[in-house]
């Protein structure tokens, strides 16, 4: 299993980092067909083959999932799509 293990930093105050956060999430769940969910200041995120996780925390975005097999095909093209949008955003 592959696994992804991203850490942003950011200085935005919580309000507009977990807005930021959601249209990330709107971004990858449109690019890649996920669905995703606030669980407090967590937001999940799952499609067949992809579970993971976007904890937002004071100065520091920590995005991590879990790929099975078929999808860590393509690994390089999600963590990639993944840091393009948080440096847009962020």
């Given at each position: 299993?592959?696994?992804?293990?991203?850490?942003?930093?950011h200085?935005?105050?919580?309000?507009?980092?977990?807005?930021?956060?959601?249209?990330?999430?709107?971004?990858?769940?449109?690019?890649?067909?996920?669905?995703?969910?606030?669980?407090?200041?967590?937001?999940?995120?799952?499609?067949?083959?992809?579970?993971?996780?976007?904890?937002?925390?004071?100065?520091?975005?920590?995005?991590?999932?879990?790929?099975?097999?078929?999808?860590?095909?393509?690994?390089?093209p999600?963590?990639?799509?993944?840091?393009?949008?948080?440096?847009?955003?962020?």
């Amino acid at each position: 299993m592959s696994r992804i293990d991203i850490r942003h930093a950011h200085s935005l105050p919580k309000a507009k980092a977990r807005k930021a956060v959601e249209d990330v999430a709107k971004k990858l769940a449109e690019k890649f067909e996920m669905d995703y969910g606030w669980e407090g200041d967590t937001l999940n995120f799952s499609r067949s083959g992809v579970d993971g996780h976007i904890a937002l925390e004071p100065e520091e975005l920590h995005v991590h999932a879990k790929l099975g097999f078929l999808t860590a095909m393509f690994k390089d093209p999600i963590e990639n799509e993944i840091k393009r949008v948080l440096k847009e955003k962020f």
